[in-house]
């Protein structure tokens, strides 16, 4: 089974607006970690927002805030205010357990496309 | 700044030749490393874990003796693909948890193209 999944491939916004996008999870461990990553068209993979499975607040960073809906196992990235940068490939991911060799699974990506 | 440096950024070669990526870490200590493949569009591939003076784990599929990871010390793994064809072109991506689990860096990035 996959442990991530994202279903939007891809998603235009307008600048300025919010955009959400879903990410649902599958694990069953209690231990997890849950991040997002925005991957430009030069490839590298920049982080955005990490929320930890015994965190009680939503994660926020600046403009991205995370949705985090344990009982639906879902952790939606929230982009508020888009901007003609944000324009990119974004990754849900999770890591289960604490250990710092444990893999982190990624899901297949939503592209955004921020038009002016 | 950057915490994971990757080298090179790019690389063309001939079919038959091997290639070194090397991933360092730049501001920490890591035990684990990981190698992950990701073709166009597509999503990030896990190919291995890479433990700091032992074997690497392979994921199913991926061929240890094609893709040898060596983890000689705590700031650097390399990956060599070793004679390299058309099919193995890609973007190769090496990523490390931080001093804390909840940080996970990537590095840049190396784009292989195989002729």
């Known amino acids: 089974a996959q442990k991530i999944t994202q279903t939007q491939p891809g998603m235009f916004v307008q600048e300025k607006e919010a955009v959400t996008l879903d990410c649902t999870y599958d694990?069953?461990?209690?231990?997890?970690?849950l991040f997002w990553y925005k991957q430009p068209s030069s490839g590298e993979m920049i982080f955005l927002i990490y929320?930890?499975?015994?965190d009680e607040q939503n994660a926020t960073e600046g403009r991205y805030s995370l949705n985090f809906q344990k009982a639906r196992k879902s952790a939606n990235l929230v982009i508020s205010a888009s901007q003609l940068g944000d324009s990119a490939m974004y990754f849900c991911?999770?890591?289960?357990?604490w250990g710092f060799g444990n893999v982190l699974h990624c899901g297949s990506g939503t592209q955004v496309i921020v038009l002016p | 700044g950057a915490v994971v440096s990757q080298h090179p950024s790019r690389v063309i070669c001939k079919s038959g030749t091997s290639v070194k990526i090397e991933c360092r870490s730049l501001?920490?200590?890591?035990?684990?490393m990981f190698w992950y493949r990701q073709f166009p569009k597509k999503s990030l591939m896990l190919m291995a874990t890479?433990?700091?003076?032992?074997?690497?784990?392979?994921e199913q599929g991926v061929e240890k003796d094609k893709f040898l990871i060596n983890h000689a010390s705590l700031t650097l793994s390399t990956l060599t693909v070793t004679s390299a064809h058309p099919e193995d072109s890609s973007f190769y991506i090496c990523?490390?948890?931080?001093?804390?689990?909840?940080?996970?860096?990537f590095g840049p990035g190396t784009r292989l193209t195989v002729t």
């Open positions: 929320q930890g499975s015994y």
């Open positions: 990523s490390m948890i931080g001093r804390n689990v909840y940080e996970q860096y």
């Open positions: 501001d920490f200590q890591a035990t684990t």
């Open positions: 890479s433990n700091e003076g032992s074997k690497a784990t392979y």
């Open positions: 991911a999770m890591r289960e357990g």
């Open positions: 694990t069953s461990d209690q231990s997890y970690g």
